[in-house]
Antibody, heavy 119, light 108 residues
Framework: QLQLQESGPGLVKPSETLSLTCTVSGGSISSSSYYWGWIRQPPGKGLEWIGSIYYSGSTYYNPSLKSRVTISVDTSKNQFSLKLSSVTAADTAVYYC???????????WGQGTLVTVSS | EIVLTQSPGTLSLSPGERATLSCRASQSVSSSYLAWYQQRPGQAPRLLIYGASSRATGIPDRFSGSGSGTDFTLTISRLEPEDFAVYYCQQCGSSPWTFGQGTKVEIK
């Protein structure tokens, strides 16, 4: 059974870079059938797709965040990562990683990790 | 960007009742690219429906999806206690992928 687990600091200072890693277990991140993605959810609000990556390293990002986002993959560790630069309080959210079917839906999801941006 | 508008914002129903949730897109979405998720409090979203009408693995048949173009519907035929949650639609036909704002199904 495929499982995803987010990890990283729960508190980031304004203007710094948020860094998270998603570890995939129970399956290979190098599968040609899937992409891997990041989604976030501010407290009490809805969901926002951040970006996605293929095992080969090809990426695509939400234009609203593209200038600040980098997603990378490490197939040797079965992990993919998110970096979001120049964070502000508006970036405070639960960050989820998920497997992305080629047609675009997310399944399954990690449990999520809350990242708070505060000094 | 395709905007998805879900209605109603909150649906107050009793166990055993039928729930009908709407998702309207600002532009036409191919049925292949419309999904529904359930999010219980404190949990990650869970895929319910993909391709507008196909149930994900392990999803009970009381959940069904329908629709095409700009209007999509999620129906829960008879609400069970565990179905009281927030439901999101998502379109994946046009980047950026976008989600609706959610419909909360609460116990009346």
């Amino acid at each position: 059974q495929l499982q995803l687990q987010e990890s990283g600091p729960g508190l980031v200072k304004p203007s710094e870079t948020l860094s998270l890693t998603c570890t995939v277990s129970g399956g290979s991140i190098s599968s040609s059938s899937y992409y891997w993605g990041w989604i976030r959810q501010p407290p009490g609000k809805g969901l926002e797709w951040i970006g996605s990556i293929y095992y080969s390293g090809s990426t695509y990002y939400n234009p609203s965040l593209k200038s600040r986002v980098t997603i990378s993959v490490d197939t040797s560790k079965n992990q993919f990562s998110l970096k979001l630069s120049s964070v502000t309080a508006a970036d405070t959210a639960v960050y989820y990683c998920a497997r992305l079917e080629l047609l675009g839906w997310f399944d399954p999801w990690g449990q999520g990790t809350l990242v708070t941006v505060s000094s | 960007e395709i905007v998805l508008t879900q209605s109603p914002g909150t649906l107050s129903l009793s166990p055993g009742e039928r729930a009908t949730l709407s998702c309207r897109a600002s532009q036409s979405v191919s049925s292949s690219y419309l999904a529904w998720y359930q999010q219980r409090p404190g949990q990650a979203p869970r895929l319910l429906i993909y391709g507008a009408s196909s149930r994900a693995t392990g999803i009970p048949d009381r959940f069904s999806g329908s629709g095409s173009g700009t209007d999509f519907t999620l129906t829960i035929s008879r609400l069970e206690p565990e179905d009281f949650a927030v439901y999101y639609c998502q379109q994946c036909g046009s980047s950026p992928w976008t989600f609706g704002q959610g419909t909360k199904v609460e116990i009346k």
